[in-house]
């Protein structure tokens, strides 16, 4: 039920909204029923705040949530205007990681606005024997090449993948692939040797190649374009950087350069394939068309009183609604 206060309020949210919005009656309709769901809505019935970007993968993903990796430094860069989340997980393949779809991307609840899947690095581990390698661990199960995927397999798994991303909470989230870095065959095997926890002879060979890794990057691209999913070619433009080695903490997973690397990187895939996931910054001088922020900024609300601290909210909140992706 509305009181007087209430309806004067609204008087002048209308008024105000006429002015800003050069008398459009959808923004005026939208900054009151905005206005009306900050006063009125049950906690239940309220959307999310922030629209939820996921990332998944392997280990590549995994870390990026370290200090200076690239998805650390992406939930940074979207700080007030998205929820970034990690779903990354170490030493999985595609095989392995089928298991997670129904819990990773469930038919019900909210949609993700956006999913990346940065996955092959360990599917391209080389198949056994490889020299220099046990076939089996001291419990007798597959050693070498464990986590190797052929190639026509990643393939159909990537398709599936991309497929129960695009199911998730009904439809509609947007999806970037991202093919596996590059590997740097001599250094990761010296972290190999040095971690494996058994000696391995001195003409062991690593069980990463870089050129394997590249065909299940091209494999990537392919799925790209048979499922109509941008991709990211993450693979290539490491490989042409000046310093592809200086990227890589161990020869494999991306030390805090390679994260800024891979960061920009994103946010560029992002801004060309998906423009209105273009995160709004402060104080941004050009926030047309590119996603808000959660809540007005501090030095927009007005506190002069109850009404005037509502009206904030609802314009911005109207503004918000408008640009939603």
């Known amino acids: 039920k509305m009181g007087r206060d209430d309806a004067d309020h609204m008087v002048r949210l209308v008024v105000s909204s006429l002015l800003w919005a050069g008398s459009s009656g959808a923004v005026v309709a939208g900054a009151v029923v905005a206005w009306l769901t900050y006063r009125h809505a049950s906690p239940k019935s309220a ?19 370290r200090v200076g990796g690239w998805g650390a430094r992406l939930a940074n860069t979207y700080e007030r205007s998205a ?4 779903r990354g997980y170490s030493g999985y393949n595609t095989r392995w990681i089928m298991r997670l779809l129904p819990r990773v991307f469930p038919t019900s609840g909210e949609a993700p606005s956006l999913v990346t899947v940065l996955l092959g690095a360990n599917d391209a581990a080389r198949p056994p024997p490889i020299p220099g390698c046990p076939l089996t661990d ?3 199960r597959p050693f070498a090449g464990r986590q190797h995927v052929p190639l026509e397999e990643y393939r159909a798994h990537l398709v599936e993948i991309v497929a129960c991303a695009r199911r998730c909470g009904g439809g509609g989230a947007r999806v970037l692939l991202i093919t596996p870095p590059p590997v740097d065959e001599d250094d990761w095997l010296t972290h190999v040797k040095a971690t494996c926890g058994r000696p391995l002879p001195a003409d062991a060979e690593p069980d990463r190649r870089a050129a394997l890794t590249a065909e299940y990057a091209r494999v990537c691209i392919e799925v790209g374009a048979s499922t109509h999913t941008p ?6 433009l490491m490989a042409a950087a ?3 080695r200086g990227m890589l903490c161990d020869g494999l997973h991306p030390n805090e350069k390679g994260g800024e690397f891979i960061h920009t990187a994103v946010l560029a895939a992002l801004s060309e394939h998906f423009p209105e996931l273009r995160p709004s910054l402060w104080d941004d001088p050009d ?3 590119k996603l808000p922020l959660d809540a007005p900024d501090h030095k927009a609300i007005d506190p002069t009183s109850t009404q005037t601290i509502d009206h904030s909210f609802a314009m911005h909140e109207a503004r918000r609604q408008a640009a939603q992706p």
């Open 47 to 65: 959307r999310p705040l922030r629209p939820r970007f996921i990332l998944f993968g392997d280990s590549i993903t995994q870390q990026s949530f």
């Open 83 to 86: 929820d970034v989340i990690n």
């Open 138 to 140: 001291d419990a007798g």
């Open 231 to 236: 991709v990211l070619d993450l693979n290539s």
């Open 242 to 244: 000046e310093d592809t």
């Open 287 to 289: 926030p047309e068309g």
